[in-house]
């Protein structure tokens, strides 16, 4: 992993700290394409009912990991890096509630397709 060096008495610039952040992002992507792959993963996102039954689901935590672009966007003062591909992790450590709503004529039903994406 790549080190950033300020030196005593210096003044870091904003893109000395921004650097140590991609860096261990950088880190972290290399350890988790060692032990999964590059190949899209999806962990748990679990979507069940309420208890009692109502007009609610619940998505559970989980996570989607995939190999996408670096930066896609300026990161600070750093520019975005698209060309450099790594496998980053979404990570939703709550449970997501969804209100649906019941058709208003009776007699007919209506199919719901919740997605999750990185």
């Not at 210096?10 to 992507?29: E, K, Q, Y």
């Not at 609610?56 to 750093?78: H, R």
Request: glycine residues 8%.
């Amino acid at each position: 992993m790549d080190r950033n060096i300020v030196y005593p008495g210096s003044i870091p610039l904003d893109t000395d700290i921004l650097t140590f952040n991609r860096n261990a992002m950088v880190g972290i992507s290399a350890l988790t394409a060692a032990v999964i792959g590059s190949n899209t993963v999806v962990d748990g996102l679990a979507c069940s009912p309420t208890l009692p039954a109502s007009l609610t689901v619940n998505v559970g935590p989980g996570s989607i990991t995939l190999l996408t672009a670096l930066d896609a966007s300026a990161y600070g003062s750093l520019a975005a890096d698209i060309a450099d591909q790594i496998v980053k992790t979404g990570i939703n450590l709550q449970t997501t509630s969804f209100a649906l709503t019941a058709p208003v004529n009776s007699g007919q039903s209506i199919n719901y397709l919740i997605e999750a994406a990185f």
